[in-house]
């Protein structure tokens, strides 16, 4: 027997029966029992704005799948490359379709010398790199006109494989100026992480080498981030790429999106919090003021998980294998500590508070030496390609412009007064 809901008009006795299919009901049927009447659902809480075959999280379990793959078996055998196809295109690539991909991926990390020369370098010297990216991103829109053609499969997979390939370029180049160093030009004998840390790291030393462990740590991390599911951003994405904007501008939107501490500036938020918190004597004292209110424990909890994020479980073991190479980050103890003791609270306990994915990324980032100004922007070169797979799949479902109604809450009508007339309030 179908599941379903039975809704009553009270002012007109009227029900409609809506059946609940994959987990929910939809607003068509409410619609016909009762046009004009809304769902006030502010920050989408209780809404599920499309349907989506991408990813899946049980934020109860602590499970998180792409296509269908769980994430931990991604992040222990796969590259952030091959996920980004699968991610796409919806299977993991054959072996010729992966060379093909990467082959292409690889010849077009290069970006045109005004974007660097002119765009890039025309910023303030203390320009948050973030902000750069964003505004280099939406540039891009003016450097392939033809990239308005969405429709086109040859032109949105072309736009597709610029973005992978020239984001991680423009964020190293934004990192570069803002310390004063020349532009890294890729090299493409080198993989997509390597290439990256290159861009990144090289001074005058005719190849870089990045080490081994650390390339694959900044993989496994980009594998991490590359998608979950209606994020912030992702929504940003999804609702720009229904006005038929190019990619561009719709990837630049969803940055934008990013670029806000509750989104991507929470790894950076711990860096801090356990920067203040000084030493692990402190971390007592410190949980006690968060259980009194006076702020927040960052990197723990989750809108979706009630569980352990699942990310943060391979974040940590990624953390150690780091620190053998880097050294050990001496906020790690710190944030073990924390850890022990929230996870044995029963304040945490109760409201289902455990680490997520940034609790233990930003001590990463900062031993292999970014600044604390570069971690939403190691987050955004990965989930481009999330964005890009929800864009893809947006278009190929031929949805309406995203337009919500609201619940208006302003002054009736009333007359224009003439200035003159008007009084102080
Ligand atoms: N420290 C202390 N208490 C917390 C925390 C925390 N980190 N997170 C939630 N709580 C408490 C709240 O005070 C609230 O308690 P109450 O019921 O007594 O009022 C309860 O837990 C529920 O919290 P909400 O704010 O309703 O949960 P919501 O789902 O809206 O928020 C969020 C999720 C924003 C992630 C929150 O847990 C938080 O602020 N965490 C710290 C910031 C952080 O780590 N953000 C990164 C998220 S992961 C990502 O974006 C990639």
Request: hydrophobic content about 40%; aromatic content about 12%.
């Amino acid at each position: 027997m179908t599941e379903s809901i039975t809704v009553t008009d009270n002012r007109t006795g009227e029900s409609v029966e809506i059946p609940i299919m994959n987990g929910a009901v939809s607003s068509t049927a409410w619609a016909k029992l009762l046009p004009g009447i809304w769902f006030h659902d502010p920050a989408f809480m209780n809404t599920a704005e499309c349907e989506s075959s991408i990813t899946y999280i049980d934020g109860d379990a602590g499970i998180l799948r792409y296509r269908g793959y769980p994430i931990e078996e991604l992040a222990s055998k796969s590259t952030y490359l091959e996920v980004a196809y699968l991610l796409l295109y919806g299977e993991l690539p054959t072996e010729a379709q992966f060379s093909q991909f990467k082959h292409e991926i690889t010849h077009h990390t290069f970006i045109h010398e005004n974007v660097r020369k002119r765009f890039l370098e025309g910023f303030h010297y203390d320009a948050h790199p973030m902000g750069m990216l964003v505004s280099a991103i939406a540039a891009l829109s003016t450097f392939y006109p033809d990239a308005k053609d969405i429709f086109d499969e040859d032109r949105g997979h072309e736009q597709i494989i610029r973005l992978i390939a020239k984001v991680p370029t423009i964020a190293a180049a934004a990192h570069r100026f803002s310390v004063g160093m020349p532009f890294v030009y890729p090299d493409n004998d080198l993989s997509f992480p390597e290439n990256f840390l290159s861009m990144m790291w090289k001074t005058a030393e005719p190849r870089f080498a990045a080490n081994p462990k650390l390339a694959r740590a900044i993989d496994v991390l980009f594998i991490l981030h590359a998608d979950h599911e209606q994020n912030c951003s992702t929504t940003t994405m999804r609702v720009i790429g229904s006005s038929h904007a190019d990619p561009y501008v719709a990837c630049a939107g969803a940055a934008a999106a990013l670029y806000g501490p509750r989104h991507g500036g929470a790894n950076e938020a711990v860096v801090r919090m356990l920067s203040s918190i000084g030493s692990m004597d402190n971390v007592p004292e410190f949980i006690r003021g968060v259980k009194a209110g006076n702020g927040r424990l960052q990197g723990f909890g989750h809108r979706v998980y009630k569980n352990y994020d699942p990310r943060a479980k391979i974040v940590r073991q990624i953390a150690y294998e780091v620190f053998e190479v880097t050294g050990k980050n001496p906020l790690l103890d710190i944030a073990l500590k924390l850890e022990e003791v929230a996870l044995s609270d029963e304040y945490f306990i109760s409201r289902k508070l455990y680490p997520n994915v940034d609790f233990y990324s930003g001590l990463i980032y900062q031993a292999m030496g970014f600044p604390l100004t570069m971690f939403p922007v190691l987050f955004a070169i990965p989930r481009t390609s999330g964005w890009l797979a929800h864009w893809l799949e947006m278009l190929s479902m031929n949805t309406k412009i995203a337009r919500p109604r609201q619940v208006y809450t302003g002054s009736p009508e009333r007359s224009y007064l003439p200035i003159e007339q008007r009084k102080p309030e």
